[in-house]
Structures are given as structure tokens and as C-alpha cells.
């Protein structure tokens, strides 16, 4: 079995759930999920969990992300994109400087509601499912961040622009918003995903690509290992007994582990200055010692300082 993040470009016209089926035909392996649903019609960057790896699609879900969107003023659907039905169009009389002005005023936290086309479930179902019925509900606004908007080119009733965003962002939508500031509407024309956390459109492989790789025995290459999710932790080597206390989730004593691995930073991964709720200076990885130089990740731990012990913070060994 596989283990690990793919980081596949999901071409226009592919659910997420698509590119997954695809992907366990490819590879003969259930054991995969990806970390957010990405538009049919958009494009770009989709992590793929294998494996051990699919307890990272969480945590994969919450890192940030960058995407490159074209806005079209005037025209307002149901959707909130141009595959809707129309509900209004009108002529985009604005000048650039409004433009400008009116997008910018987006970049930091706004409340943001939902679209009705969308995964949001509500009373067991989703959004999506509701609006095909004709049924539109009332969806209560959430806090979105916008890290950054950055205007390319501007071509009216077009918009160029990119957009760097956390969780829980629709672009859709931001589109929607920034149409009603202005006074004249707007929908999402195209968008393609660029990022997710550290995975970047340049690094993306097409499913073809992948499937190729496999053919000719490089995929394994092309894997990115669990534990250069956790990079910026420390890692620590066992091995005797104490690999045998790692190896069934058990904590073990902090003065039998070996050197760190590597230089490692004491910080945190991801977008948020604490992912865990705890005190991160003192979560490391694990490795398990399986001598020449080979070590296999185990997980993460976190020093009970009150103990001296090491304590199991989140596994991965299963599947190894």
C-alpha cells in the first residue's frame, strides 16, 4: 500500500470524488481521500492522501490556500459562478480606481455566507442538494480570512485576480460580495487552486502524469512522505525497548531517546499559530530505528516535562 500526499492537478470538468475513483483504479488501493472539495468546473492544485496519510486530509483541509480567479462584473447568477442560470445582468458603468478600492477593502476578515451551491450540509443534507430542488435557505454568514488580493488585469466587465485565503473561503462568493460593494453585481467566470499549504500548481501531476508514473515503477518517487507534513518539529530516534513501547502507542522515557533528526524548528506548521491547543515547543517526531541509516516515522509525541516522558500525541504507524 501507498502512504503518503500525492499533489494532483484536478483538470476542469473532475469532482474531487472523481479524481479520487480515478486515482484508486490507478494505484488498486481504497485507502485514499482528498482534503476539500475543489468546483467541477475549477481547476489546480487537490492533495491526495494515501494510506497512512489520509489522517492528514484534516489537517490538510485547514492549511491555506492561493487561487487565481476571473471575476465578470454586471452579471449576478445562481450559482454564484457562470455555469448558473442568470438572474440579472447589467452594464458595469466602474472605474478602475472603484474597482480596486472595493476588492482591497475584502483583505482581512469579513463575514462571508455561503453559497447555496455547496457541500455545507444542513439538517443532513447539503446545500447543493437543496438548491437543485428549488429550495433556498437561510445560511448564517462565517468569518473568512483573506490574507492577501492581488489585481491583475482588468478588462472590463473582466477581473483578473488572486487571492490568498484559510478555510472555509469561497471565491464564489467573494466574487458575489465584491459585485454587490460596487453597486452592479458579479459572478466567478474561472478559477484554478494555485496552493494548498506548502503543494503549488508547479509541482501538481495530471492523473494521466501519475498514471504514467506508475507504469514505469516512479511513482514512489513522486510521494511526498508523511512526516514532511511535520518538518518543522524535531525528530527523535528509538530503538530496543523503547521502539517496542513506540510501536504500540505507548509513551517511553525521554533520557533513552537518540539525537535529533536533522536541525528541525520549534515552531508550528500551517496557518495558525497553534494547531494543536498545546504548547508546540515540545511536540516531536518520532522514528523508529531500523539501523544503516533507515528509520521508519512512528508519529507524533509530546514531552510530559512534569514525567520526563515522551507521550503519544498522533499515529501513523499503521500501514507502514
Not at 500500500?1 to 481504497?30: C, P
Not at 496552493?195 to 506508475?214: C, D, F, H, K, Y
Not at 505507548?250 to 533513552?256: G, H, K, R, T, V
Amino acid at each position: 500500500m501507498f502512504n503518503g500526499i500525492i499533489n494532483v492537478y484536478k483538470e476542469k470538468g473532475w469532482t474531487s470524488h472523481d479524481v479520487v475513483a480515478k486515482l484508486r483504479s490507478i494505484l488498486r488501493q481504497k485507502k485514499i481521500g482528498h482534503t476539500g472539495t475543489l468546483d467541477p468546473d475549477a481547476e489546480g492544485v487537490l492533495p491526495v492522501c494515501l494510506g497512512n496519510g489520509t489522517k492528514l486530509c484534516g489537517m490538510l483541509t485547514d492549511q491555506s490556500k492561493e487561487y487565481r480567479a476571473v471575476m465578470l462584473l454586471g452579471v449576478v447568477t445562481d450559482t454564484e459562478d457562470i455555469t448558473g442560470r442568470i438572474l440579472s445582468e447589467r452594464h458595469a458603468d466602474i472605474s478602475v480606481q472603484q474597482i480596486e478600492k472595493a476588492m482591497k477593502s475584502f483583505e482581512g476578515g469579513y463575514w462571508q455566507t455561503p453559497p447555496m451551491y455547496s457541500a455545507i450540509k444542513i439538517g443532513g443534507k447539503k446545500l447543493y442538494e437543496l438548491a437543485r430542488e428549488g429550495v433556498e435557505i437561510e445560511r448564517a454568514p462565517r468569518h473568512v480570512l483573506i490574507d492577501y488580493i492581488k489585481i491583475g488585469e482588468i478588462c472590463l466587465p473582466r477581473v483578473e485576480f488572486t487571492v490568498g485565503c484559510q478555510k472555509g473561503t469561497y471565491i464564489r462568493s467573494l466574487c458575489r460580495d465584491i459585485g454587490e460593494k460596487l453597486g452592479c453585481g458579479a459572478c466567478m467566470e474561472s478559477l484554478v487552486r494555485t496552493r494548498v499549504g506548502n503543494n503549488t500548481l508547479e509541482n501538481a501531476l495530471s492523473l494521466r502524469e501519475i498514471e504514467q508514473s506508475v507504469s514505469t515503477g516512479q511513482f514512489k518517487k513522486i510521494i511526498q512522505p508523511v512526516d514532511t507534513f511535520f518538518s518543522s518539529y524535531p525528530g527523535i530516534i528509538v530503538s530496543g525497548r523503547n521502539e517496542s513501547l513506540v510501536r504500540n502507542g505507548n509513551m517511553f522515557p525521554a533520557e533513552n531517546a537518540a539525537d535529533a533528526v536533522g536541525e528541525g524548528r520549534l515552531c508550528c506548521w500551517g496557518a495558525c499559530d497553534n494547531p494543536y491547543g498545546a504548547d508546540e515547543k515540545d511536540i516531536v517526531r518520532v522514528y523508529l530505528d531500523r539501523g544503516e541509516n533507515n528509520t521508519v516515522f512512528a508519529g507524533l509525541y509530546r514531552y510530559d516535562r512534569d514525567n520526563g516522558y515522551y507521550r503519544p500525541f498522533k499515529m501513523f504507524l499503521n500501514g507502514e
